[in-house]
Antibody, heavy 122, light 108 residues
């Protein structure tokens, strides 16, 4: 059973960089044809897809966040990470990591982390 | 605004059938996946592909698609089905992903 766990600071100051790590257990991050993705959810609002990384290391980002986002993978640690720069209060949200599988070209998020709340405040 | 549009709220009487819809141009070419989210919990996949349920998801959940609309149907809604439901599929470019705005389901 694959499990994902987010970790990182729960409080980030405005203009600084938010950094989170997702640790994958129960399977190798580099095996199989999966994407690994980040999603966020401000309090009381809907889900927002942030971006994804493939096992090869190729990345794609939400255009609304692209200029500030970097997703990377460390296969030796079975982890992938999120960096979001120049944060503001609008970036305060619960951040989830997830595994994304493929069903003949239709993708779905089959395993999720429990989520971690990141607050942007001075 | 999202490229996938959902009704903000839907209600259903206990034991009745409810359909939750998701509209978007990309749905003419790709299937949606559906997620159930209860307060304070991470989303859970309930439907993917043409109409596939992950292990452990009751068979009262089903999916369908027609034109630019994907639907999640709950046949015989139970009290525990009360939750927020989100659809996900590709964006209008076909290369990236997007979530619908979510539908809050109330079971009366």
């Amino acid at each position: 059973q694959v499990q994902l766990q987010e970790s990182g600071p729960g409080l980030v100051k405005p203009s600084q960089t938010l950094s989170l790590t997702c640790t994958v257990s129960g399977g190798s991050i580099s095996s199989g044809s999966y994407y690994w993705s980040w999603i966020r959810q401000p309090a009381g609002k809907g889900l927002e897809w942030i971006g994804r990384i493939y096992t090869s290391g190729s990345t794609n980002y939400n255009p609304s966040l692209k200029s500030r986002v970097t997703i990377s993978v460390d296969t030796s640690k079975n982890q992938f990470s999120l960096k979001l720069s120049s944060v503001t209060a609008a970036d305060t949200a619960v951040y989830y990591c997830a595994r994304v599988a493929d069903d003949y070209g239709d993708y779905y998020f089959d395993y999720w982390g429990q989520g971690t709340l990141v607050t942007v405040s001075s | 605004s999202s490229e996938l549009t959902q009704d903000p709220a839907v209600s259903v009487a206990l034991g009745q059938t409810v359909r939750i819809t998701c509209q978007g141009d990309s749905l003419r070419s790709y299937y949606a996946s559906w997620y159930q989210q209860k307060p304070g919990q991470a989303p859970v996949l309930v439907i993917y592909g043409k109409n596939n349920r992950p292990s452990g998801i009751p068979d009262r959940f089903s999916g369908s698609s027609s034109g630019n609309t994907a639907s999640l149907t709950i046949t015989g809604a139970q009290a525990e089905d009360e939750a927020d439901y989100y659809c996900n599929s590709r964006d209008s470019s076909g290369n990236l992903w997007v979530f619908g705005g979510g539908t809050k389901l109330t079971v009366l």
